[in-house]
């Protein structure tokens, strides 16, 4: 069954910093262009940042440029996100999937910031 698994979430004050990351599972992750999105609370689910499957392009959505950074560890077969100076407005559930959302949806990992 193809699905990631995502971790890496938490509870952190504004400002701060997380690292969630994806394990793959199931499928040739080396073969696919991913991305991250996330669901707010009461919100419907959103496209955040991309990366192709040689790690060489990166796309993000505007308002979570230059705060996220989108990686990829394809031996360990491992998607990153890099998040810093959180806001209030980034809480929310993040996902992984493949850029056509082709996966079986993961449980996601939440992130909660605080003011």
């Known amino acids: 069954q193809m699905h990631p698994m995502e971790s890496g979430g938490g509870f952190v004050q504004a400002e701060g910093s997380l690292r969630p990351s994806c394990a793959a599972s199931g499928f040739p992750f080396s073969n696919r262009d991913m991305s991250w999105y996330r669901q707010a609370p009461g919100k419907e689910r959103e496209w955040i940042a991309s990366i192709d499957q040689f790690n060489d392009r990166t796309d993000y959505k505007k308002s979570v440029s230059g705060r996220f950074t989108i990686s990829r560890d394809n031996a360990l077969n491992t998607l990153y996100l890099q998040i810093s100076r959180l806001k209030p407005e980034d809480t929310a559930v993040y996902y992984c999937?493949?850029?056509?959302?082709?996966?079986?949806w993961g449980q996601g990992t939440q992130v909660v910031v605080s003011s």
């Open positions: 999937n493949d850029v056509l959302m082709s996966l079986n």
